[in-house]
């Protein structure tokens, strides 16, 4: 079960895929305009009727431009989930209904658990960022850095403080129609802790040390890589990378912006200042431009399209940032929104971006500064190909397999 944009769900179906293959029957639960994901599989779909791009687009979505990364944008975001959380609570419930065991995103865990709990079935939690409390960082949904342990560690408890308050009044609802004891979702959070619930994140520990104050029973397993139906580029595009040098690509995937157009201006600008070629993917921004050095492009594989490139300029969503380093190349991390400063402040870290540039202080100057030392700088790169190379060894997949067989033979988790 998962929610929210592309990103928060081609990860659950490239899993999806490992599970049927480790001889499971696997339903996707998320919403119906991401069916395409498992098209081509073994994989079972269940819709939810929340569509998030209408969302974003609508009155709504519409207001978190106004808001900055951080704990202004968590707030509008919050109060928009509240809103549609009860709208989802039937059809998630319905889809538990028909199974043996749930798996819970981050993004709707805190339901989740209360549909698990009132019917008897054992859970997992599945997260693609580090959700629990640490004294090590913020919460990457705040904000980027560390404020100090213990008021680390207090941002974390916050955080699972506002999700109590998002699902609460649909978790209320649930446990009414299900019959069994009204409790809190704080309690009941509090529980699973005090159980050890075993949550597994679906990135590498490379990336993200597993944090020396994490309870046991909190494990990085490695990326869950989207599944890949049909591997072949768009001839256009083929066409384009085979016409001239490796371009660079640009894409903010689900994020959205005020002025598509003035984006894509500057975008436009600054690949020609620094003398690159660009793929733009259009995504739910809609940037736009073409020309002979620039193409636009809509969904395609990372996988397939990213080991071609001089460099990745993104939106530093989880899954794109995986894709750019399992391919090896410099990024331009572009934060929007979200968790997104935390993962663009890993790439810095990690030596295979120059600096963030977020969306907000966007110029063509300076976007061509930061591509041209990205593609000039070797440096980028050859860290950016030995932290891919150890990658390849992981296997994201087995430790969630294991993690399911022995709930499935215990009965619980």
């Known amino acids: 079960m998962t929610v929210g944009s592309r990103g928060d769900v081609a990860p659950y179906a490239g899993l999806a895929d490992g599970l049927v293959r480790g001889g499971h029957d696997v339903t996707v639960v998320t919403h119906a305009r991401f069916e395409p994901l498992v098209a081509k599989s073994s994989i079972r779909f269940h819709p939810l009727p929340i569509d998030p791009h209408a969302e974003l687009h609508g009155a709504r ?22 809103t549609l959380a009860g709208e989802m609570a039937d059809d998630l419930l319905q889809a538990a209904r028909a199974a043996d065991m749930l798996l819970l995103a981050g993004s709707v865990a805190p339901l989740g658990c209360v549909i698990a709990e009132g019917l008897r079935l054992p859970s997992i939690g599945l997260h693609l960022q580090p959700l629990h409390p640490t004294a090590e960082f913020v919460p990457p949904m705040v904000g980027v850095g560390s404020w100090g342990g213990p008021v680390n560690r207090a941002a974390g408890n916050g955080v699972h403080l506002a999700l109590a308050h998002v699902y609460g009044p649909a978790a209320q609802e649930v446990q009414r129609r299900l019959g069994v004891p009204l409790r809190g979702l704080r309690t009941q959070h509090r529980e699973r802790e005090r159980g050890r619930w075993p949550v597994l994140h679906g990135y590498s520990p490379l990336v993200v040390p597993r944090p020396r104050d994490w309870r046991p029973g909190l494990d990085a397993t490695g990326y869950w890589w ?50 690159l070629r660009g793929v733009l993917q ?10 002979d050095d620039i193409i636009t492009i809509g969904d395609v594989p990372h996988s397939e399209l990213f080991p071609h ?9 989880a899954g794109t940032t995986g894709a750019g380093l399992r391919a090896g190349v410099p990024v331009v991390p572009v934060p929007v929104q979200f968790d997104a400063t935390f993962w663009a402040d890993r790439l ?24 041209g030392e990205a593609t000039g700088n070797p440096a980028y790169r050859l860290r950016a190909r030995r932290l891919a190379e150890r990658m390849a060894a992981e296997d994201g997949v087995a430790p969630v397999l294991d993690a399911v067989n022995r709930a499935a033979r215990h009965g619980s988790c």
């Open 282 to 291: 259009e995504g739910w921004a809609g940037l736009h431009a073409d020309d």
């Open 226 to 275: 989207p599944r890949v139906p049909d591997p072949q580029l768009p001839h256009r595009l083929s066409d384009f990378l085979a016409a001239g040098p490796p371009p660079v690509f640009v894409g903010l995937g689900s994020a959205t912006v005020p002025d598509p157009v003035a984006v894509s201006g500057e975008i436009v600008r600054a690949l020609r200042a620094a003398g």
């Open 348 to 371: 810095v870290r990690l030596g295979v971006a120059p600096r963030a540039l977020p969306l907000r202080q966007l110029t063509a100057a300076r976007l061509a500064e930061s591509l």
């Open 61 to 82: 979505g519409q207001a978190l431009h106004r808001s900055r990364t951080g704990p202004g944008k968590l707030a509008r975001v919050l109060a928009m989930a509240r």
């Open 309 to 317: 490139l001089a460099a990745v300029v993104h939106h530093a969503g």
